[in-house]
Nanobody, 123 residues
Framework: QVKLVESGGGSVQAGGSLELSCVVS????????VAWFRQAPGKEREAVAMIAGFTTTMYADSVKGRFTISKDKTTNIVSLQMNSVDAGDTGRYYC?????????????????WGQGTQVTVSS
């Protein structure tokens, strides 16, 4: 029923930047949390960044200082700005939304998911 749509993936050189976008569902609530997860081949899916409401954020240690998550109240778009990317950032990125305000990286908290968008960092 509720589907999230990610976009903005592609190939980027190491050290470069890329911005991902996710159209989230307003029908849930504006204060619900949205998180980005990623999965590389042969690895477990991991949380990358999260935003609760419009201002409370949380980042994985591996991306702190490089990635920024934000949410636009008008467009319902959650963005993930990726700077200074490296090979470890390669993977399929998924956008997920909770049905309540949460401050969590637990996948079980996120009920609605997109199909993902591929990010490939080349050297």
């Amino acid at each position: 029923q509720v589907k999230l749509v990610e976009s903005g993936g592609g190939s980027v050189q190491a050290g470069g930047s890329l911005e991902l976008s996710c159209v989230v569902s307003r029908s849930i609530c504006s204060q619900c949390s949205v998180a980005w997860f990623r999965q590389a081949p042969g690895k477990e899916r991991e949380a990358v960044a999260m935003i609760a409401g419009f201002t409370t954020t949380m980042y994985a240690d591996s991306v702190k200082g490089r990635f920024t998550i934000s949410k636009d109240k008008t467009t319902n778009i959650v963005s993930l700005q990726m700077n200074s990317v490296d090979a470890g950032d390669t993977g399929r990125y998924y956008c997920a939304q909770s049905d309540a305000w949460v401050l969590s990286f637990l996948e079980s908290e996120y009920k609605y998911w997109g199909q993902g968008t591929q990010v490939t960092v080349s050297s």
